[in-house]
């Protein structure tokens, strides 16, 4: 290569090409040549470059994008007073779910979360925060396949990165902040921006970076609506949602833009108000005709909210703008399933599939769309493949469960029985396969082994209706009416609309009056 | 075959209530289908692992550190 490239030249080649680890290298041996001492040299403009591509780097390297977060603490959750109703009426709640189920199938026929939600085909950072009612429930709740909940938000997940950042680099931050002169850097647009970035993503330190938005909105003389929605944003994460909304409606009448549109329905989510949001989306759309994320939205409000056939209809309306919308066609195929039609499922699930998802999780859905639809040639080599694709030890547990049911359709009880074994064996907590082995003890005539397996199911997954009925239906046959009872009546709380478990009651009730 | 058949005959009422018992079975959980996860969470999880990575090797370091000195 003969003579070198000028540095600042190949760090941004690198910074184009997403090699942010390099570029940030590159900017630090550049900044240890040139005289530096924490802020950048004004006289030296090479050197106060490198600095803001460094910050940027950095940033990039561990940016997510904010819409897509959300993230509750069990303090947010159990504490929660930005709630206006605290009982609220049917169907202007995300907090009630099932309060208005029209459309979608029963819970007899698609599985629920630990939420009381129908399972949805998509998952997101914040699809898993439905609020539980309990204490315990909260704790219980798992966040990820990974962690558990944190005690708040300002302890999670983010934090934790940042910390893990600091401890990696043996200089110390390439900031640090509480040395730094806000008011200066405010005063120069450019800098103050980057540097904004890199506070609130990088180092996620947001009082720091809500005083800099603050000082930098003040120099621009409130006219510059991009600070206004970072405001918004800091104010969001330190849970002032009335603050933040205001920001963020001063921004849309500046200017308006997808983003805070998007930012506001976010701050009326976590108010509890997905009325008020679906109007927001509404009326974004009206400015922005088609938006695909906007349309997105409202559908995944009104799945929340479990108005399944509404849902899909905007999922429909969001394919038509973008036909590679990965989680409008995981959705719309998991509703086809659930609602009897697994070969139109099966289409969506292929379109994923030619579209270069490749996951373990597609493969078992094709295999189950496949089992269900009744091509059987392509059902074993999907899962097959799905086990091979497994990135941790809860995914093949769940692949073994469905491979369960494959078995107990084609009527082989063994493997079924080793199916399910499998399942516990790779996730010992997964209640669903308890249940079902239970079940298939219950059929050997084991009566103490299926119910103690049930008693596990129904510990471990107090929302599952099918662990109680059957704990109820098996005491019952014994002659513990009591438990039985007890039993039948927490079924009846988990899934109130259960024809049997109401019979069952209604039998058991007859009896207590006999006696 | 004559006789057995002669022992045994269907009966279909023309007329009248046809009543079955419903007995009660156990249910079964259902099939899940595997939610496909964003882009985000991906990222996010993806981050978390290899900032925990990182964390547990730099410990390992240091306690072998600890433990050459000592």
Redesign the interface.
């Given at each position: 290569m003969g003579r070198e490239m000028e540095p600042l030249l190949l760090a941004w080649s690198y910074f184009r090409r997403r090699k942010f680890q390099l570029c940030a290298d590159l900017c630090t041996q550049m900044l240890e040549k040139s005289p530096y001492d924490q802020e950048p040299d004004p006289e030296l403009p090479v050197s106060q470059a490198a600095w803001i591509l460094k910050a940027r780097a950095l940033t990039e390297m561990v940016y997510v994008d904010e819409i897509d977060v959300y993230q509750e603490g069990i303090a947010e959750m159990m504490l929660d007073e930005n709630a206006i109703a605290q009982v609220p009426r049917p169907g202007t709640s995300l907090k009630l779910p099932g309060t208005n189920q029209t459309g979608g199938p029963s819970q007899a026929v698609r599985p629920v979360t630990q939420a009381g939600r129908p399972i949805t085909g998509f998952l997101r950072p914040s699809t898993q925060s439905g609020r539980p009612g309990t204490m315990e429930q909260a704790i219980r709740t798992p966040r990820t396949a990974y962690t558990a909940r944190p005690i708040t938000s300002s302890s999670g997940r983010f934090v934790r990165l940042g910390t893990a950042s600091m401890l990696t680099n043996p200089d110390g931050p390439f900031i640090n902040l509480s040395r730094l002169n806000l008011t200066k850097y405010a005063q120069k647009p450019k800098l103050a921006k980057a540097l904004f970035e890199y506070i609130f993503h990088h180092e996620n330190d947001v009082k720091t970076a809500l005083d800099l938005a603050a000082l930098s909105t003040e120099h621009s003389q409130y006219k510059d609506w991009w600070w206004k929605v970072q405001i918004g944003k800091c104010y969001y994460r330190l849970g002032m949602y009335r603050e933040a909304e205001k920001q963020f409606k001063s921004a849309l009448k500046q200017q308006e833009m997808v983003d805070t549109f998007l930012y506001l329905a976010k701050v009326y989510i976590s108010l509890d108000q997905p009325v008020t949001a679906l109007n927001l989306f509404k009326q974004g759309l009206d400015k922005f005709p088609g938006e695909v994320t906007l349309l997105c939205g409202i559908a995944r409000i009104y799945e929340e909210m479990n108005d399944m056939s509404s849902a899909a209809e905007y999922y429909k309306e969001v394919l038509k703008q973008d036909n590679t919308h990965v989680e409008a066609i995981a959705c719309i195929g998991s509703n086809h399933f659930y609602s009897d039609q697994p070969e139109i499922a099966l289409r969506f699930y292929r379109r994923l599939l030619q579209m270069g998802v490749y996951n373990c999780q597609l493969f078992n859905n094709l295999g189950l769309c496949c089992f269900y639809a009744q091509q059987y040639d392509m059902t074993l080599t999907s899962f097959e493949r799905a086990l091979s694709l497994a990135e941790n030890e809860e995914e093949i547990a769940d692949v073994w469960y469905n491979l369960g049911h494959v078995a107990v359709g084609i009527g082989d009880m063994n493997l079924a029985h080793q199916c399910f074994r499998l399942a516990l064996v790779n996730n010992n907590n997964h209640a669903e396969a308890y249940n079902n082995l239970a079940v298939l003890e219950m059929r050997k005539g084991h009566l103490e082994q299926a119910r103690a397996l049930l008693q596990t199911a129904s510990s471990l997954a107090p929302h599952l209706y099918e662990p109680h009925f059957n704990f109820a239906t098996v005491s019952d046959k014994i002659g513990d009416l009591q438990r039985s009872y007890v039993a039948a009546k927490k079924s009846e709380a988990a899934f109130p609309d259960h024809v049997d478990t109401q019979h069952l009651i209604k039998q058991l009730k007859q009896h207590f009056a006999m006696l | 075959m004559a006789e057995v058949k002669s022992m045994f005959r269907e009966v279909l009422p023309k007329q009248g209530q046809l009543s079955v018992e419903?007995v009660?079975?156990?249910?079964?959980?259902?099939?899940?289908?595997?939610?496909?996860?964003?882009l985000?969470?991906e990222?996010?999880?993806k981050?978390?692992?290899a900032?925990?990575d990182?964390?547990r090797k730099?410990e390992m370091a240091e306690k072998e550190k600890q433990q050459i000195t000592h």
């Open positions: - | 419903d009660t079975t156990m249910v079964l959980c259902k099939p899940k289908l595997l939610p496909l996860k964003s985000t969470l990222k996010l999880e981050m978390q692992q900032a925990q990182t964390i730099q």
